[in-house]
């Protein structure tokens, strides 16, 4: 039986949103959203410490978003965890189109709505943040009928399947984590789009195709501003780039790290102190 390292976490100002959001930065299992706190899962070989959860929240403290933190940690068995996680998992709006159901909820859809089913499994991409929010809306925005998308950090690949649900032809999602692998083809498989999304286990520089008219990276600030060059490599001409998980204060380091030739914003949208910005390649 695995064990499991607990972190509750609270801050001042508490900002369910941006705390989380910072944490899904490290390798943890799951996040519990709570009134006034964050409980925290982590499996304990991933040597996720008080130490290092305290270093990237004192990034926070150096960027003025909060004031001080507090951290508690403790280890127990993984006996019942996950159904008690399942139960703060629940169906998702994102807008009059879009939903995002869990197997274990049950959902009527209204007419025209795209439902897409998943099986969370503690995968970074279950709708609730407002990360993933903002993409799934600008890909109702940008989707169109034909198109060839690839996601890219793909988590539970949840962005891929609503690209094809909402008219494209086909979908790449990638992922460097295993556990995003199987947890990926597992949603594909229950969404029957298998046989249009291809997940794979790489780094985007290894995918050979760049012909893609949708490139979606849903990722913290360091990483997308590692990849600029690798994404613009793959965005066709006349194509979009649809970047995410950056705070409203990061904005200029994005923009200025994206100014690459023919490559222009031309949207933003926003969810509290998140955004995500979309990007034009011209012909």
Not at 42 to 52: C, D, T
Request: charged fraction near 25%; glycine fraction near 4%; hydrophobic fraction near 40%.
């Amino acid at each position: 039986m695995k064990n499991y390292k607990e972190f509750i976490v609270t801050a001042n100002p508490f900002n369910v949103d941006l705390l989380s959001g910072c944490l899904w930065n490290l390798e943890i299992a799951g996040i519990q959203e709570m009134d006034n706190y964050l409980i925290v899962n982590a499996l304990e070989e991933n040597n996720i410490s008080s130490e290092i959860v305290e270093n990237l929240l004192n990034g926070l403290i150096k960027e003025n978003l909060i004031e001080n933190f507090s951290i508690d940690e403790k280890t127990y068995e993984d006996q019942n965890w996950n159904a008690e996680w399942e139960k703060t998992i629940n169906v998702i709006q994102i807008s009059d189109k879009i939903v995002i159901k869990p197997t274990f909820k049950d959902y009527i859809p209204k007419q025209e709505q795209v439902v897409i089913e998943i099986v969370p499994k503690m995968s970074f991409g279950t709708g609730e943040h407002q990360t993933t929010k903002l993409v799934l809306l600008a890909l109702e925005k940008y989707v169109v009928p034909g198109i060839k998308t690839i996601d890219v950090g793909s988590g539970t690949a949840v962005l891929a399947i609503a690209s094809v649900l909402l008219g494209g032809a086909s979908a790449i999602a990638i992922d460097n984590d295993e556990w995003c692998l199987i947890n990926g083809n597992e949603n594909i498989e229950l969404n029957n789009v298998s046989d249009r999304i291809e997940v794979k286990n790489c780094e985007v520089h290894e995918i050979e195709e760049s012909d893609f008219n949708l490139v979606l990276a849903n990722i913290n600030k360091n990483v997308l501003l590692n990849i600029n060059e690798e994404l613009y490599k793959k965005i066709t001409p006349g194509g979009k780039l649809i970047l995410s998980g950056i705070l409203d204060v990061d904005k200029d380091d994005i923009k200025k790290s994206y100014s690459l030739p023919n490559l222009n914003v031309i949207d933003k949208l926003q969810l509290d102190e998140w955004i995500a910005l979309v990007f034009e390649l011209k012909n």
